[in-house]
């Protein structure tokens, strides 16, 4: 059986253009869908430090996380801070909770 490798090709080269032009029109390029599950969000050891600091510590808010946590593991970088909350908040091992 041949596989057609020429129509495989010319999709992948419609969606680097779709993506392409939706880079122009919002300024970054879509997201796509993470190949982690539930079960697997756990596996990242950074991730894994972050969870058990925010449930050894209830309540804490961003900039104390932040702070033991970026100077510790992350070298300084919040935007991995942040990605690693994203997913711990999207998998429901954590939750927001909004101060009054």
Same mark, same amino acid.
């Given at each position: 059986m041949r596989v057609p490798y020429d129509r495989f090709r010319t999709k992948i080269v419609e969606v680097d253009n779709l993506c392409e032009k939706y880079k122009e029109v919002f300024g970054f390029s879509p997201k796509f869908r993470s190949k982690l599950t539930k079960r697997t969000a756990l596996s990242n050891s950074t991730r894994k430090i972050i969870y058990n600091f925010v449930q @050894?510590?209830?309540? @804490?808010?961003? @900039?104390?996380?932040k702070k033991l946590c970026i100077s510790k593991d992350l070298k300084g970088n919040p935007g991995e801070l942040i990605w690693h909350l994203d997913l711990l908040i999207k998998f429901n091992y954590i939750s927001l909770c909004s101060s009054i």
């Open positions: @050894s510590n209830i309540g @804490s808010h961003f @900039s104390l996380i």
